[in-house]
């Protein structure tokens, strides 16, 4: 039990283009979710964190307007990196924890390069 | 304010020895202690997790972990290492709250390497 899904798990777009990252629960209710970015051989950052209904909360530094999240569903979060540049690409992942579980659980990550 | 340190980025031991990645962590209250692994280009996955009970926690893959609250450590533990745990380890800590709310902390990760 406990699967998250992530979709794509690979993207390549061109700089200024849009990409939607899709994060779903496929067996809890996800009452909240957390979107990571996480660099090559470094560890997690945390860039926001949404509660199913609710605005997302982002941490410091991180850009609202530049990654939009919507978590419309108890099982479904999207991350949309607008207008997106090189430096965006990274290793994306997203998190999910029901209101009666402890833990987290992790989607499989999507690989973004902005060409 | 809640933190973690995995004071190892790197450790490596020979198939078949025990291994040890450590964890130490802060936070204002109980915790909530975590660990998942991660392999190249994939999430995490979760490995166990303390939250009451007994000290010393089992999880996946023959790994466990000692909860140790005069040390505020979480080390991960495994008796006889496998060329297949080769991966980047995680410690998180959050509070543990009646809510069940909070976001949890990450370590910077250890890699662990097992050398046949």
């Known amino acids: 039990g406990a699967v998250v899904s992530q979709h794509p798990s690979w993207v390549i777009c061109k700089s200024g283009t849009s990409v939607k990252i899709e994060c779903r629960s496929l067996?809890?209710?996800?009452?909240?979710m957390f979107w990571y970015r996480q660099f090559p051989k470094q560890s997690l950052m945390l860039m926001a964190t949404?509660?199913?209904?609710?605005?997302?909360?982002?941490e410091q530094g991180v850009e609202k307007d530049k990654f939009l999240i919507n978590h419309a569903s108890l099982t479904l979060s999207t991350l949309t990196v607008t207008s997106a540049h090189p430096e965006d690409s990274s290793f994306y992942i997203c998190?999910?924890?029901?209101?009666?579980?402890?833990?987290?659980?992790f989607g499989p990550g999507t690989r973004l390069l902005v060409l | 304010a809640q933190s973690v340190a995995q004071p190892e980025d790197q450790v490596n031991v020979a198939e078949g020895n025990p291994l040890t990645v450590k964890c130490t962590y802060s936070?204002?209250?109980?915790?909530?202690l975590f660990w998942y692994v991660q392999y190249p280009n994939r999430g995490l996955q979760f490995l166990l997790k303390?939250?009451?009970?007994?000290?010393l926690v089992k999880g996946s893959y023959g790994f466990e972990a000692e909860f140790n609250k005069s040390q505020t450590s979480f080390h991960l533990k495994k008796p006889s290492a496998l060329v297949s745990d080769s991966a980047l380890y995680f410690c998180?800590?959050?509070?543990?709250?009646?809510?069940?709310?909070?976001?949890?902390?990450f370590g910077d990760g250890t890699t662990l390497t097992v050398k046949p």
């Open positions: 998180a800590v959050r509070v543990n709250s009646n809510t069940n709310a909070g976001k949890s902390t």
């Open positions: 303390y939250i009451t009970g007994d000290n």
């Open positions: 067996d809890f209710q996800a009452t909240t």
């Open positions: 949404s509660n199913e209904g609710s605005k997302a909360t982002y």
């Open positions: 998190s999910a924890r029901s209101q009666y579980q402890e833990t987290q659980y």
């Open positions: 936070v204002s209250g109980n915790p909530y």
